[in-house]
C-alpha cells in the first residue's frame, strides 16, 4: 500500500470513529424531542413485527451499514417481498401543527426494480392486523423511493376522505424528484406544515414544494371540481366533428393516368466500358475439396461453395448488364379529391356539465392519524438497508437528526467513493502510458544503427510487459542504451587501421585469411543457433 493510500486510510478510520462517537450522542441528546425515533442500535424482533402473510417471504435481519458500525433492517434476499410494522404508543395526529416524516435508505446493491418507502398506517379500527399486514392495509401517507422500468420517483402519496362520498382516495404528488440511485446513505424528509404546505427535502436539500389543496400539485387534486361531464349526455346522431372532407365537386382530370409506374428504365444510361458479361459475379471455390466422408447417396451430390469472382473486382461489374431505373417524371399515383373546410362541422363533441354532487370546499385536509409505520414492498434487489426512522413536531429536529445520525456516515461514504474512482481512474490512466511507452521502446528497437543491439533492447521490452510496476525503470534502461551508441557513433570515431609487415608468403597469407573466415563463420553459426528467436515487433 502506497503511503498517499495509508494516509488516506487513516483519516477514513478517524472519521469514522468520530462519526461514530457523534452517532451515539444524536441518539441519547435528540430522542427525547422526537415523537418516534427508531435507531435499530437493538435488534428488531419482539418490536417490530413481521407480517405472515404468504406472499411475503423475504427475510429481514438486523444487519450493518457496510463500512460502519451503524445498525439497520435489511433486505436480505432477492426478487421476494417483504412486510414487517410497528405500533406507535399513540396515535399521531397530523392535523396540529407541523409533523415531520424522515427515515434513512441505502441501496448497498443498487436498484433496479423495486421500492424502498414507508406506509404510516391508520389505526388498526380501519381494518387491518399486524400479522396480516399487506399492501391492502389503510394507510394515512406512503413516502420513500421507488424504481421500475419508467418508474423513478420519490413517491408521496395522501389517502384522503372524500366527506361527501365517504370514499378514500390515493392523491399522488405531482414531479416527484428522483430517486438517487447511488450506493450511498441517503435521508428522506417530508414537511407537512399548518398552512397546508409540504416540503420534500432529500438529504436536507428541498427537492419540492408543494400545497395540498392546489389542484396543479395532487392527482388528483383533494378539492374536486365543481362540475363534472354529465354521465347521463349522448352525442346527436347527426353531430359533425370532421372540420375537412373530400370535394365533393372535385373530378379527377382527363389526363391524369393513376396506372404509370413509379419508376422506369433509364434509357439514357450506357454498359461501362469493361464489363464482363461472359463472368459470373459468383465461382466455385477452387481449394474446397470434398470431404472424405461425403456419401452421395445420403449428403446428395456435392458441390463446392461460392466464393466471390476474383475477376470482378477490378471490373466495373460481371454477368448480364441491365439499364437501371429512375423515377418515372409522368407518375401521379390515385387520384383523390382535394379536401375543403367541412360546412357541417360542429367541433368536438362533448358532455354538457353539471354540478358535481361530490364535490365540497376544504380549508385544510382531513388527514387520518398515524398509528403504525410500515415497510410493505416488492424488489428485485437485496441489500436494502432501513435507519433512522422519525416522527417529529420541528423540522429542526429532524434536522439535528440528519447533521449527527446521517451526515457522517455520508461523508465517509462519499470519500470512499471519490478514492475508489480515484484509484480506478489511476489505473487506467497508468496503463494507458504504459501501452504508449511501450509502444515507444519497440518503435526505438527498430531503429537501423541500434540493430546490433536488437535482441537486448527486445528482452528487456518484454521482461517490462511481464512486470508493468517497472515501466520507468524499463524506459531509463533503454535511453541510456540508446545514448551511449549514439554519443558512440557521433563522437568516439573510427578506429585507426593497424600496420601489419608482410613476412609470410602469399600462400601463408591466404591460408590464414581462409582459417579465419571459417572461425568467423563457426562463430556466427554459434551464436545463430544459441540465440532464442525474438520478435521484431510486439504483436498487437
Known sequence: MGEGNRILLGLLLFSFAFSSFQLLSASNDDADDAIFYESFDEDFEGRWIVSDKGDYQGAWKHAKSEGHDDYGLLVSEQARKYAIVKELDAPVSLKDGTVVLQFETRLQKGLECGGAYLKYLRTQEAGWKPKEFDNEAPYSIMFGPDKCGATNKVHFILKHKNPKSGEYVEHHLKDTPSVPLDKLSHVYTAILKPDNELQILIDGEEKKKANFLSSEDFEPPLIPSKTIPDPDDTKPEDW??????????????????????????????????????DEPEEIDDPDATKPEDWDDEED???????????????????????????????????????????????????????????????????????????????????????????????????ASYRETTWKPKFTIEKEKQKAEELAATSSDGLAGFQKKIFDLLYKIADIPFLSDHKLKI???????????????????????????????????????????????????ETSTNQAGEENEENKEKEETSAAPRRRTRREN
Open 240 to 277: 359533425d366533428e370532421r372540420a375537412k372532407i373530400p370535394d365533393p365537386d372535385a373530378v379527377k382530370p382527363e389526363d391524369w393516368d393513376e396506372d404509370a409506374p413509379f419508376e422506369i428504365e433509364d434509357e439514357e444510361a450506357e454498359k461501362p466500358e469493361g464489363w464482363l458479361d
Open 300 to 398: 446428395g451430390e456435392w458441390e463446392a461453395p461460392k466464393i466471390d469472382n476474383p475477376k470482378c473486382e477490378a471490373a466495373p461489374g460481371c454477368g448480364e448488364w441491365k439499364r437501371p431505373t429512375k423515377k418515372n417524371p409522368a407518375y401521379k399515383g390515385k387520384w383523390s379529391a382535394p379536401y375543403i373546410d367541412n360546412p357541417a362541422y360542429k367541433g368536438i363533441w362533448k358532455p354538457q356539465e353539471i354540478p358535481n354532487p361530490n364535490y365540497f370546499e376544504l380549508e385544510k385536509p382531513d388527514f387520518e392519524p398515524i398509528a403504525a409505520i410500515g415497510i410493505e414492498i416488492w424488489t428485485m434487489q437485496d441489500g436494502i438497508l432501513f435507519d433512522n426512522i422519525l416522527i417529529a413536531t420541528d423540522d429542526k429536529i429532524a
Open 458 to 508: 527486445i528482452d528487456i521490452i518484454e521482461k517490462g510487459e511481464k512486470q508493468p510496476n517497472i515501466t520507468i525503470g524499463i524506459l531509463v534502461s533503454v535511453v541510456v542504451v540508446f545514448l551511449t551508441i549514439f554519443f558512440r557513433l557521433v563522437f568516439g570515431g573510427k578506429k585507426p587501421a593497424r600496420v601489419v609487415e608482410k613476412t609470410n608468403t602469399g600462400r601463408t
